[in-house]
């Protein structure tokens, strides 16, 4: 069975702090892919980043970097130096690879972690 | 380029009534995906389009529900006989033949069954 554990609800910090976002994933596929996307409070979910399962190179995209562990079916997701304009909730998503090619279609979601940055 | 667009934004209804939303796409892209979102949940897969095909639904999608595409361009989704566990969010995605993986979401429809 496909599943996304995001085991943070809620994250308070202080702007400028570093804070790390967790999410934990099972599936029975060796390929798949990783996603997290933000929804600000204005609701519209915005695509962060894609790793597929033969990538398990980090990445960092300005203040923001992932990591990626399959040892331990992690993905977890950075932030540093945080600001205000980061708070929102984080969803961390699963898709495994499908019959049509690429990703299966459905996108199978954590319940989120909602960031609040605090000035 | 334009983003995924959703109408109406907002729809209250009574329960037992039909009520139907449209997503358009971002141009060019060949797939189309709907999500249900309810509060404090991830969105929920719904069912997904390739052009015009439906490729994929989800259990969720009982027979109330249904949902086309028919020219491969925007797409409808109608529930019938609406209940008020309908509720929810509903969110509509695209993405390209290039990077099908790359979900990009609308501002989603809210419905209220009351």
């Known amino acids: 069975a496909q599943k996304v554990t995001q085991a943070q609800t809620e994250i308070s910090v202080v702007e400028k702090e570093d804070v790390t976002l967790d999410c934990v994933y099972e599936t029975r596929d060796t390929t798949y892919y990783l996603f997290w996307y933000k929804q600000p409070p204005s609701g519209e979910l915005v695509f962060l980043i894609r790793r597929n399962s033969f990538d398990e190179q980090n990445e960092i995209s300005g203040r923001y970097s992932w990591n990626f562990q399959k040892s331990t079916s992690s993905f977890n997701f950075t932030i540093t130096a945080s600001q205000v304009v980061d708070s929102a909730v984080y969803f961390c998503a699963l898709s495994e690879w499908g019959p049509y090619g690429g990703s299966q279609g459905n996108l199978i979601f954590g319940k989120g972690t909602k960031l609040s940055v605090k000035p | ?114």
């Open chain 2, 1 to 114: 380029d334009t983003g995924v667009s959703q109408n109406p934004r907002h729809k209250i209804t009574k329960r037992g009534q039909n009520v139907t939303f449209r997503c358009d796409p971002i141009s060019e892209h060949n797939r189309l995906y709907w999500y249900r979102q309810t509060l404090g949940q991830g969105p929920e897969f719904l069912t997904y389009f390739q052009n015009e095909a439906q490729l994929e639904k989800s259990r969720l999608l009982s027979d109330r529900f249904s949902a086309e595409r028919p020219k491969g361009s925007f797409s409808t989704l109608e529930i019938q006989r609406t209940e008020q566990g309908d509720s929810a969010m509903y969110l509509c995605a695209s993405s390209s033949a290039d990077r099908q993986d790359e979900q990009y979401f609308g501002p989603g429809t809210r419905l209220t069954v009351t």
